[in-house]
């Protein structure tokens, strides 16, 4: 089975791959390009199954955020606050579990 290709290093060390080949003279130290791009890009393609879960919790928290104010609209003047609020919480992250799993195809 053949390695995943990451790119090599995000950030090389000056004198650490010197070999005419482009190989590292030691195991990589820090991040991956793969790695890196997946943190900015916000994919949850890094490799490394925290970090993924990292970035889908963030994607997820994001789209709540953005989906209060629309919940909030809908919600009745005379409902009580805690109320309200609790289904704002349980709406918004419901309508972002939607989004994402519709991006991830499922």
Same mark, same amino acid.
Request: net charge negative; hydrophobic share 40%.
């Given at each position: 089975? /053949?390695?995943? !290709?990451? %790119? %090599?290093? @995000?950030?090389?060390? #000056?004198?650490? /791959?010197? $070999? #005419? !080949?482009?190989?590292? $003279?030691? #195991?990589?130290?820090?991040? /991956?390009?793969?790695?890196?791009? *997946?943190?900015?890009?916000?994919? #949850?393609? /890094? %490799? +490394? =199954?925290?970090? =993924? &879960?990292? +970035?889908?919790?963030?994607?997820? =928290?994001? @789209?709540?955020?953005?989906?209060?104010?629309?919940?909030?609209?809908? +919600?009745?003047? =005379?409902? !009580?606050?805690?109320?309200?609020?609790?289904?704002?919480g349980l709406c918004t992250y419901e309508? *972002? &579990?939607?989004? $994402? @799993? @519709?991006?991830?195809?499922?």
């Amino acid at each position: 089975m /053949s390695e995943r !290709n990451d %790119g %090599g290093s @995000a950030f090389p060390v #000056p004198g650490l /791959s010197d $070999l #005419p !080949n482009g190989q590292f $003279l030691h #195991p990589m130290v820090g991040m /991956s390009l793969r790695q890196y791009a *997946a943190i900015k890009l916000r994919v #949850p393609d /890094s %490799g +490394i =199954d925290w970090l =993924d &879960d990292m +970035i889908r919790q963030s994607l997820r =928290d994001e @789209a709540a955020a953005k989906a209060m104010p629309v919940v909030w609209r809908e +919600i009745p003047e =005379d409902t !009580n606050r805690e109320t309200a609020l609790r289904a704002l919480g349980l709406c918004t992250y419901e309508m *972002a &579990d939607a989004m $994402l @799993a @519709a991006r991830e195809g499922s």
